[in-house]
């Protein structure tokens, strides 16, 4: 009898505006996918570095 490979629940951080961020991170929008929405858009911190060379960093806010 074999055993099926215990998956671990992934969690990610959801913050009302960057403030909420690392020093090195800001907020950008995400949609994902709730038990009654397909679509729900909120702020997720990401990486300074992933915006290009880009000079101004967004400042998204609920």
């Given amino acids: 009898m074999s055993k099926a ?3 671990l ?3 990610d951080r959801f913050v009302r505006n ?3 961020c690392d020093a090195n991170k800001y907020a950008e929008w995400k949609s994902i996918r709730t038990p ?3 679509s ?3 702020l997720n911190c990401q990486n ?3 915006l290009d060379g880009n000079f ?3 400042d998204n806010s609920l």
Avoid: A, F, G
Wanted: contains cysteine.
């Fill in 48 to 50: 300074i570095d992933s």
């Fill in 56 to 58: 101004i960093i967004p």
């Fill in 9 to 11: 629940p992934l969690y």
């Fill in 5 to 7: 490979p215990r998956v």
């Fill in 36 to 38: 009654d929405n397909r």
């Fill in 18 to 20: 960057s403030r909420y």
């Fill in 40 to 42: 729900c858009r909120v």
